[in-house]
């Protein structure tokens, strides 16, 4: 069974008639334009799975050959995952990620930065990370959270905050001319959910070293996290970069949920095989000899 | 149907006297301590998988953890993967890189060196993708090119060749002494069947953009090339950085070969689940409260 309705219509933080759309809009138990449950998630995950590693392996073919667009650039995606805590970050990039070839993938996590990453404008650590032509970039978290922890525990000053917002949509914009497609993703999981998670993770001692007692305090400034979220995405989602949030307290939602976004993005680019830049039939009568 | 034996006793490239062995001494239509034909052959990849990528977690949790061993230094696999060209490295990649999670993997895929690298010594490049504590690092090429087409092709001095050898081992060494558990592999592949690769790349459109007119002309020196590896082997085979020599005509064995090897390195590790470094009845207290 697979997903009804164009993801990007079902899941983009704005409604139809323009209205930007934050967590609050979202309900985390639904799964909007699943009709099956848990196991036929599971199934549509993994036969979708060829799909997606299909598109990609051609994204990356069209870079290694250097085909352009018609504006003259290589063409390349780039998907930012940002999520509280347990929300499902890491099963993205194990089961949606992880199903695509390695070697055209480029990804990279951001953590607190370092204090050579603190001495620089926030955008400096990012731009390493940006995916060359042909490739699939995928950042677990980024430079949101300039934007979201620093506004929520106060680490940047207010107007800073809001300055960064045009900064990143002028970094965005500056992805796009060059061939980016970028796709922004929350993951949206309730708190409740979330105290399951963590609850699950202090029982099993498999999972101590996911737990972060740090992540019991943060639960006290969820409202406050969700409105950043909300003014976040109202600030910076484009239509050459737009927000989608995810319900996710069905891990196996989310999962398809980013994978048909995924597809979509490289269907999008409507790429085809490159042509040869060699003679077929001179190469053929070589290789025979050789 | 799983693999009879050690695999690092199967396909190491040296004699169980100690005798160093090279591309010659090993038929690569052969699949060393495999019974099964191709079918099981990929139903035992998909099987172990599982094995692979639970072991790779615990190693990444001990990254986290930052645990060490009795040296004082954290765990780390490195995997280096050389190959003529279609031997399957890319399915190597894709296959048993691939199942394990991404966060947790530093892929590096060393291609001609730029010109900034050139002139760096060769060993400069490969330094910042040595594996952080935690990861598995999987070279696709390495250092190993500086001894093998830069020995075939002349594009290094003899004397500075011979030096080399001894630069890897110590480079090697350094990253043993360090903590990382290095294995390098040769899939080896027979002229022939490099032939009949080369021409389904011709024959198919699609893959077309994988074919290089450059593969026939390395094909000249194909026996130069064995030589090469078979030097480059005796002269850095050791006991912290061995060498296997993986048969490669058949696609889906070498895959299992390099996973068993993957899964053999981890085992050896011998790790557990890091201990929880917070108290863990207290941390309920708090959770359920919050």
């Known amino acids: 069974m697979d997903l009804q309705g164009d993801p990007r219509a079902l899941l983009r933080a704005r409604s139809p008639e323009g209205v930007p759309q934050g967590p609050a809009d979202v309900d985390p138990d639904t799964k909007p334009g699943y009709l099956g449950g848990k196991a036929e998630g599971e199934a549509t995950l993994e036969a979708r799975a060829e799909r997606l590693s299909q598109l990609q392996e051609l994204l990356y073919a069209n870079g290694v050959a250097g085909t352009v ?5 290589g063409r390349s995606v780039l998907l930012v995952v940002q999520a509280m805590d347990t929300a499902g970050k890491g099963g993205i990039m194990r089961h949606v990620v992880g199903a695509m070839d390695p070697q055209g993938v480029e990804d990279a996590a951001f953590k607190s930065p370092t204090e050579e990453e603190r001495r620089h404008h926030f955008l400096w650590r990012l731009r390493p990370h940006v995916p060359q032509d042909g490739f699939v970039g995928v950042w677990d978290r980024s430079h949101y959270e300039d934007v979201l922890i620093h506004r929520v525990r106060g680490l940047t000053p207010l107007p800073e905050i809001e300055r960064r917002y045009a900064e990143i949509r002028d970094f965005e914009q500056e992805l796009a001319d060059r061939g980016t497609r970028v796709l922004k ?4 999981l309730s708190k409740d959910e ?44 484009t239509e050459h970069a737009p927000w989608f949030i995810i319900p996710a307290n069905r891990k196996w939602y989310s999962r398809i949920a980013v994978q048909e976004l995924l597809i979509a993005a490289l269907e999008d680019l409507d790429l085809d095989w490159p ?12 290789l025979a000899a050789s």
């Open 69 to 73: 667009d018609a504006g003259g650039h």
């Open 185 to 188: 993703v929350m993951l949206h």
């Open 194 to 237: 979330q105290q399951d998670r963590l609850a699950e993770r202090l029982d099993r001692p498999d999972k101590h070293w996911k737990y972060n007692p740090s992540d019991v305090d943060e639960r006290a400034y969820w409202d406050e996290y969700m409105e950043a979220y909300r003014i976040a995405i109202a600030e910076t989602d």
């Open 275 to 286: 042509p040869a830049d060699f003679d077929v039939a001179a190469e053929k009568r070589r």
